[in-house]
Nanobody, 124 residues
Framework: QVQLVESGGGLVQAGGSLRLSCAASVRTFSRYVMGWFRQAPGKEREFVAGITQSYGFTYYADSVKGRFTISRDNAKNTVFLQMNSLKPEDTAVYYC?????????????????WGQGTQVTVSS
C-alpha cells in the first residue's frame, strides 16, 4: 500500500554532489524507518544509510560515512540522501526503502517497500 518514488539521480564528476529524494505515499510517514540501498554492476545490494522514526537517528555504511547525509521531512513525506565528495565507486542504482517494523535497519529484508531506483553515475 506504500509507494516510493526516487528522483535526483544523474551523472556527476568525481568530487561532485547529488541530492536524492524519495517521496512516500503513506499518510503515516513518521511511523516508518527509511533506508537507502545501492546496487552496482556485478555486486550485491548494499546498505547505504538509514533513519529511524521517532527521533530521526541516522546510520551509515562505513564507505559513505562523512560524505553522505540522510534526512527526512515528515511534512513532505520525503526522505533525502545528500551525497558529497562522490567517487567513481559510488556509481550504482540507488533504492529508497521503507518499513514500519524494523528488526535490523542495516538489512535489506527488513524493508517491506521499495522504490524503482535511480541511477547515479560518477565519472573520473
Amino acid at each position: 500500500q506504500v509507494q516510493l518514488v526516487e528522483s535526483g539521480g544523474g551523472l556527476v564528476q568525481a568530487g561532485g554532489s547529488l541530492r536524492l529524494s524519495c517521496a512516500a505515499s503513506v499518510r503515516t510517514f513518521s511511523r516508518y524507518v527509511m533506508g537507502w540501498f545501492r546496487q552496482a554492476p556485478g555486486k550485491e545490494r548494499e546498505f547505504v544509510a538509514g533513519i529511524t522514526q521517532s527521533y530521526g537517528f541516522t546510520y551509515y555504511a562505513d564507505s559513505v560515512k562523512g560524505r553522505f547525509t540522510i534526512s527526512r521531512d515528515n511534512a513532505k513525506n520525503t526522505v533525502f540522501l545528500q551525497m558529497n565528495s562522490l567517487k567513481p565507486e559510488d556509481t550504482a542504482v540507488y533504492y529508497c526503502a521503507a518499513t514500519e517494523y524494523c528488526s535490523n535497519l542495516y538489512s535489506a529484508p527488513t524493508y517491506t517497500a521499495w522504490g524503482q531506483g535511480t541511477q547515479v553515475t560518477v565519472s573520473s
